[in-house]
């Protein structure tokens, strides 16, 4: 079993699903894991609900693991440093950072107003970014880290959750873009697009009445499948960064991009891009970026050279 006795986590959305699972997982290994929950419903309402966290963080002790609770809501540079510091107030340190608070945040691009809109956006993205930015300085001087983003498929686009594809396609962006500046000061970021059966997962299938579905999801996608990936993703062993992961069921892949050789003319015209248009979505023969180290996997590959 890997070996996390030395580590502490932070989980946010811990209470339940995915992110008890994950908590559970890292402690499991040893790891003292602050477990935070809002106690929000699966639409992000409600809230300051002390109980989800302590129950979780009970459940966590009773097998012999070492957790506190923390009710603060992700979203805000406030929130983001009274999370971190409720952690370094119990445990001293951090190690280990998920990134897994959220809700499911649905409504066409029509209809999610502008609060809606920046509410979702805080939650799914611009709250990990703080929490980051705040916990890396630690991370650094300790010359260690390992951060996990919960991102989803979601982000490929789905109609009817615009807001939500949006925040979750940032924060594979920003997950990327932090696993480089990680590298050489033992930091590892990755990301993961999860499939499970959790609050939001059933809450969607029982409203559709696709029960059926819903309990297939039950017996093959269980949450602690996802965890057990993430605490790979966490422990030492683990020195990729910068990539992101599917997840679930079992699974466990890494995702790649996929750009196909195109059309080039350096005369090119809209009417020229019409007639070849083919060419252009054609992906025989397509580059597969696993990962963005090194030059030969950057943006400047696909830039024809003289």
Request: with cysteine; hydrophobic share 45%.
């Amino acid at each position: 079993m890997l070996d996390l006795s030395s580590r502490v986590a932070i989980v946010t959305g811990a209470g339940t699903g995915i992110g008890e699972a994950i908590a559970t997982a890292l402690s499991r290994r040893g790891c003292a894991v602050l477990v935070n929950d809002y106690g929000t419903d699966v639409a992000g309402r409600g809230g300051e609900e002390q109980s989800r966290a302590d129950a979780a963080a009970t459940r966590i002790r009773k097998t012999g693991g070492t957790a506190v609770a923390c009710a603060v809501p992700v979203g805000t540079q406030e929130s983001a440093a009274a999370i971190i510091d409720a952690a370094m107030s119990a445990f001293g340190r951090v190690d280990i950072l998920v990134n897994n608070a959220g809700f499911g945040d649905s409504g066409s691009l029509e209809e999610v107003n502008e609060d809606r809109w920046r509410f979702g956006l805080d939650v799914h993205l611009n709250g990990p970014r703080a929490l980051m930015h705040l916990v890396w300085p630690h991370m650094r001087e300790a010359g260690f880290g390992r951060i996990v983003n919960v991102a989803s498929s979601v982000s490929f686009g789905r109609a009817g959750y615009s807001n939500f594809a949006s925040a979750k396609a940032g924060l594979i962006g920003l997950s990327r873009a932090a696993g480089l500046e990680g590298t050489g000061a033992g930091i590892c970021v990755n990301a993961i697009l999860p499939t499970a059966d959790t609050r939001a997962t059933r809450s969607g299938l029982e409203a559709a009445g696709e029960l059926r579905i819903r309990d297939w999801f039950i017996e093959h996608f269980p949450p602690h499948q996802v965890g057990e990936a993430v605490a790979y993703l966490c422990s030492d062993q683990c020195a990729i960064s910068g990539d992101a992961f599917i997840v679930g069921g079992g699974r466990f892949a890494r995702m790649g991009y996929a750009v196909a050789p195109g059309f080039f003319d350096p005369q090119i015209s809209a009417e020229a891009v019409a007639e070849n248009f083919g060419q252009v979505s054609d992906f025989t023969d397509a580059d597969i970026v696993f990962d963005n180290h090194g030059e030969q996997n950057s943006y400047m590959r696909f830039i024809p050279r003289p």
